[in-house]
Antibody, heavy 119, light 108 residues
């Protein structure tokens, strides 16, 4: 069965960086784009960006350009999200989610990773 | 700021019907999908490509669209349908994705 399993919760100080992983299983990794979505406490869902596991191309929300990087390791079917220069406003649950290629909907989600930024 | 706007909250009596709307210019060109999220859980896809249900989603969930508005209808709402609901689509550029502001559904 399709699964996206994310790494555990992280606590960082302002200005630090964090890297969260998302390991895919149960399907052909290279065939489905992976997206990252975050949810601040008590807030709605915010799309952050996407990576095509096949060629590694990425696309990010404009306001995160330069702070947000997605990479993938095809040998382990894992996608990584790294956010640098953390601010308290980056405190959120970060989700990875799979998109049906060319269909523009998210059919499977990771369990979420809480990133807390606090001094 | 989100390009897709939803009413913040709606309530529905047990067994009655509720419609949740999502408005945005990009919906004139792209289909919406809908997600249910319960407290402390990841979102779950309930409707995709306007009015298709994934396996396991009850047929009381249905979708529709007209112009710049997409709608999710829950017919004969059950207690377990109480949750936050989000629409999603491509943004106006077509290159990125966007989520609606979310609607909290309370079943009375």
């Amino acid at each position: 069965q399709v699964q996206l399993v994310q790494s555990g919760a992280e606590v960082r100080k302002p200005g630090a960086s964090v890297k969260v992983s998302c390991k895919a299983s149960g399907y052909t990794f290279s065939n489905y784009p992976i997206h990252w979505v975050r949810q601040a406490p008590g807030q709605g869902l915010e799309w952050l960006g996407t990576i095509n596991p096949s060629g590694g191309s990425t696309s990010y929300l404009q306001r995160f350009q330069g702070r947000f990087t997605m990479t993938r390791d095809t040998s382990t079917s894992t996608v990584y999200m790294e956010l640098i220069s953390l601010k308290s406003e980056d405190t959120a649950v970060y989700y990875c989610t799979r998109e049906e290629y060319g269909e523009f909907y998210f059919d499977y989600w990771g369990q979420g990773t809480l990133v807390t930024v606090s001094s | 700021s989100s390009e897709l706007t939803q009413d913040p909250a709606v309530s529905v009596a047990l067994g009655q019907t509720v419609r949740i709307t999502c408005q945005g210019d990009s919906l004139r060109y792209y289909f919406a999908s809908w997600y249910q999220q319960k407290p402390g859980q990841a979102p779950v896809l309930v409707i995709y490509t306007e009015n298709n249900r994934p396996s396991g989603i009850p047929d009381r969930f249905s979708g529709s669209s007209s112009g710049n508005t997409a709608s999710l209808t829950i017919t004969e709402a059950q207690a377990e349908d109480e949750a936050d609901y989000y629409c999603s689509s491509r943004d106006s550029s077509g290159n990125h994705r966007v989520f609606g502001t979310g609607t909290k559904v309370t079943v009375l």
